[in-house]
């Protein structure tokens, strides 16, 4: 009956996070991050480092909530959700500002992203939505670290899942696009811009 009832808590856990891993925030960085015509590898590769930070620091946070008793300090919280909304307006500026130096110089190329940026990225997500997480997480209640940690690494991993089928559809997407007509994918690069300034306003707010 124990193991019955922990296989359907660690289910639960993959399901929740392959669902947590579409919120709108986590969408629209990852996005642009990879929206300047990266290839499959590029998208996969930023998406990957996203979710290995997102996963990460909530396993340590799941052990940290395991021993004080859920007692996660609400500052931490707080201002990583304020860094997330800074961090969505930067990052729709920089999209939009990399667009604007190809358009005014041509040759202007850009090396490709970093994998240290979607993996700071993916920390700072994972922080600012450890308080709606822990919610979620019957486990700590019971004071067994070890099912506390279990239950968020399935959680991380379906996160982690929902981000790749997401990279590859993104990727998809934007290669179609760019063959289509480079214009109209210009213009797509700038609305996803404009869209996380505008959500990150809408965060800080």
């Known amino acids: 009956m124990l193991e019955s009832s922990l296989l359907t808590l660690f289910l639960s856990g993959l399901g929740l996070g ?44 799941a052990l940290y909530a ?8 609400l500052l931490v919280s707080y201002w990583a959700e304020v860094l997330v909304g800074l961090m969505l307006i930067f990052l ?19 090396k490709a992203v970093s994998n240290r940026s979607p993996l ?4 700072i997500h994972g922080t600012a939505g450890s308080a709606t997480v822990f919610a979620l997480i019957p486990a700590i209640q ?4 070890v099912i506390a940690v279990s239950y968020m690494m399935f959680f991380a991993l379906g996160v982690l899942l929902s981000m790749s089928i997401f990279a590859m559809t993104l990727s998809h997407s934007q290669q179609q696009l760019a ?13 996803v811009g404009l869209f996380a300034i505008v959500l990150g306003v809408i965060w800080l707010l």
């Open 18 to 61: 392959l669902i947590h891993a579409f919120d709108s925030d986590h969408l629209v960085a990852v996005s642009n991050l990879s929206v300047h015509h990266s290839s499959l590898k590029q998208t996969l590769g930023y998406s990957f480092h996203w979710g290995i930070g997102h996963g990460a620091v909530l396993i340590l946070l």
């Open 92 to 110: 729709g500026v920089w999209t939009c500002y990399r667009l604007y130096s190809e358009v005014t110089v041509p040759d202007n190329k850009y």
């Open 179 to 191: 063959k289509y007509n480079k214009s109209v994918f210009k213009i797509f690069r700038a609305f």
């Open 66 to 73: 395991s021993f004080a008793g859920l007692k996660l300090p």
């Open 120 to 123: 700071l990225v993916g920390i």
């Open 142 to 145: 019971l004071g067994r670290p």
